[in-house]
């Protein structure tokens, strides 16, 4: 796969890089037989969808590697089985990666597994995005957070803007995109105080299917009262 990094990323994992991405596979398969982590098993689907495309997110056409270039701090909300934030961390050595998860088994596994491939630039939380978006050691603290999107845009907007500084960046991970969701999107990251800055459509380089990455731009703080209480933005998206 070394050759696919290069094209595909214009970016070369060194030697150590490569060591921790292989280890930290093993490990993910090791810890499967416990937690349900992943249903992507195989090496090559592993490179694509987990390790590949969690750096995609971070590489865009080398657009907004800049602003994560130097000591940025970034955090990954929902991390579960550690993506996007355990590649990135390992991608990015000089930046100081925190992985949230409210699971509890999922953020022990996460600890074990930093300490086995020796990443010491990645912290746990257990807490829940509603929660942790009014502590104030973690409320605009960060350059930027990343969120694999399960669940509607707008709540992912929400767990997100609140932890940024302004001009933070937060990068959402997503499948399909629609032009319906780009608007209810944009009214939604308006209330948060951010902009969107991109909806970047790509392929992923073995399967060729279609992903987006969107990534919205804090420019004001966010009202006080975001991110509501744990629940509501699940169940009445802004």
Request: proline share 6%; aromatic share 8%.
């Amino acid at each position: 796969m070394t050759n696919s990094w290069q094209q595909t990323l214009n970016w070369q994992p060194n030697q150590q890089q490569q060591q921790q991405f292989q280890h930290l596979y093993e490990l993910i398969l090791q810890g499967n037989q416990q937690l349900n982590l992943t249903r992507i098993t195989d090496p090559q689907e592993f490179w694509e969808k987990h390790l590949w495309d969690s750096l995609r997110g971070i590489l865009p056409q080398k657009q907004f590697i800049s602003s994560l270039s130097g000591t940025a701090s970034v955090i990954d909300i929902g991390t579960g089985a550690g993506f996007p934030g355990v590649p990135v961390a390992i991608a990015l050595p000089n930046c100081t990666i925190t992985l949230v998860d409210s699971t509890r088994k999922k953020i022990a596994f996460i600890e074990q597994l930093l300490t086995k491939i020796t990443l010491t630039n990645a912290k746990t939380v257990i807490a829940r995005a509603e929660e942790i978006g009014h502590h104030p050691q973690h409320r605009q603290t960060y350059d930027v957070a990343l969120i694999r999107a399960v669940g509607h845009p707008s709540v992912c907007a929400e767990y997100t803007l609140p932890l940024l500084k302004q001009g933070g960046l937060a990068v959402v991970y997503r499948g399909n995109w629609t032009a319906e969701e780009t608007k209810s999107l944009q009214n939604a990251v308006k209330q948060l105080g951010g902009v969107i800055e991109l909806i970047d459509q790509f392929t992923t380089p073995l399967t060729n299917s279609i992903r987006h990455c969107l990534y919205l731009r804090k420019i004001t703080n966010t009202p006080d009262k975001f991110p509501r209480a744990a629940g509501v933005p699940t169940q009445k998206p802004l």
